[in-house]
């Protein structure tokens, strides 16, 4: 057999698995590539929005998430004065119409084990350092366990997510761009008085910049986050840091009745967002860029993962 890949993609997230099982099963010789290995947590909101679910749907996922996952038809908003609003979806039975929570844990392994059901090939965990172009093919360099390594393929396909050391040194970015801030923590033991039957999203403690979540896995399981776009004109309402900016929510009053008896599980995780697809690098030569990697993230919201599904079907 060759040892040159028709594909190598760089990033076992949703954007690169879903990249690999979509180029698998046409018979595409994919090898994908992770710095981690499997399962690993990903800081994430944990949501899943119908599109995302429609997408899965056409992967055959659509059982092996509802299984884990808890669905949600509706999402209540709370502004900084503290008025509520719902928001319901429609009531169907189409299974791929609702919202769905299910930690990245479960769902970033159950979409990387389909791409190798139909015959990609993986390899972690492998820190990817350079990826060279010579006209004819891509050589992808990295390290393995200290080792220096490299794979030789036509085409590379980067699914970094938000991670922009690589397209730094390969000059794909010259600079950081603009990013949003986040933190989420999860949270066990909420109490049967003070449960969630939907999810939250408060705009009460933040300027129009930022939002806290509360996302419910399951009837005592919690995911609660924040996020914000860090500016200058809002640092007297907005602590300039993700840690910061959730330790402040957390220290509301709704909180604080909710996660009344309850303990953290896990350590508070940030992350930046990237949602400059208008002016992101998208390609090069015999390069593609999918996902968050490319800039794809709702600006407002801070979803990602139905775009890194679907640009990759």
């Known amino acids: 057999m060759s040892n040159i890949y028709d ?10 698995s879903s990249a690999a099982y979509q180029l698998a099963k046409q018979g595409v010789r994919v090898l994908l590539l992770d710095k981690l290995d499997f399962p690993r947590d990903k800081a994430c909101g944990d949501a ?21 996952g808890r669905c949600v ?28 929570i299910i930690p990245r844990l479960l769902l970033d392994d159950i979409l990387r084990q389909q791409a190798l059901a139909c015959g990609a090939q993986f390899q972690s965990p492998v820190r990817v350092t350079d990826i060279l172009c ?4 891509v ?19 980067i699914a970094t997510g938000a991670s922009i050391a690589l397209l730094l040194r390969m000059g ?6 603009p990013m949003a801030l986040a933190a989420r923590a999860y949270f066990e033991g909420v109490a049967v008085a003070n449960l969630l039957d939907h999810p939250q999203c408060h705009f009460n403690g933040f300027s129009s910049l930022g939002y806290g979540w509360i996302f419910p896995l399951s009837d005592s399981y919690v995911n609660i986050g924040a996020g914000f776009w860090p500016s200058k004109q809002t640092k007297r309402r907005i602590p300039n840091t993700a840690h910061g900016a959730l330790d402040a929510f957390i ?17 508070v995780k940030g992350f930046p967002v990237r949602s400059d697809f208008t002016s992101a690098p998208t390609f090069s030569e ?13 600006p407002l919201t801070g979803e990602g993962i139905a775009y890194a599904l679907d640009l990759a079907n």
């Open 134 to 137: 010579d006209g004819k093919s």
């Open 73 to 100: 038809n509706t999402l209540k908003l709370i502004a900084p004065r503290g008025h509520t609003s719902t928001v319901s979806l429609p009531e169907t039975d189409d299974r791929t119409a609702c919202g769905l």
């Open 286 to 298: 015999r390069i593609m860029l999918v996902g968050e990697a490319a800039g794809l993230v709702h």
């Open 251 to 267: 220290q509301t009053s709704p909180l604080q009745r909710l996660l009344t008896g309850t303990h953290r599980t896990g350590p």
């Open 139 to 157: 050589e992808v360099r990295g390290e393995y366990h200290q080792q220096s390594i490299s794979f030789r393929a036509h085409t590379a396909i």
């Open 172 to 177: 794909l970015l010259r600079k950081k761009p």
């Open 48 to 68: 899943l929005s119908p599109r995302a679910l429609r997408v899965l749907n056409e992967m055959n996922l659509l059982d092996n998430v509802w299984q884990i």
């Open 7 to 16: 594909v190598l993609i760089v990033g076992a997230g949703p954007a690169g």
